[in-house]
């Protein structure tokens, strides 16, 4: 049974950082193109960050130079650290681990707000 399990959102300042992590378990992690993304109330799930098994990076423009996704493939874990934090960050996020089909975690919260 494939689990992807979310910590590390809360609630913090603007210009602040927070660093997301998503454990993996059930696939066979370092085949997988793992992602973060988000959604904020009322708006669709937007793609955040992303890095494939080669360690190969995409970043929304809106992250771009403030968000950085890494991977620890003998920890099974994919990293988002978010600097700079604006309340337009704030959102749930969800870790998205793809291959030959999407699995998805539950979630964490991060509220940028002062």
């Known amino acids: 049974q494939v689990q992807l399990v979310e910590s590390g959102g809360g609630l913090v300042q603007p210009g602040g950082s927070l660093r997301l992590s998503c454990a993996a378990s059930g696939i066979v992690f370092s085949a997988y193109n793992m992602a973060w993304y988000r959604q904020a109330p009322g708006n669709q799930r937007e793609l955040v960050a992303a890095?494939?098994?080669?360690?190969?990076?995409t970043y929304a423009d809106s992250v771009k130079g403030r968000f950085t996704i890494s991977r620890d493939n003998a920890q099974n874990t994919v990293f988002l650290q978010m600097n700079s934090l604006k309340p337009e960050d704030t959102a749930a996020y969800y870790c998205n681990a793809n291959r030959f089909r999407a699995h998805w975690g539950q979630g964490t919260q991060v509220t940028v707000s002062s």
């Open positions: 890095i494939t098994p080669g360690s190969s990076t």
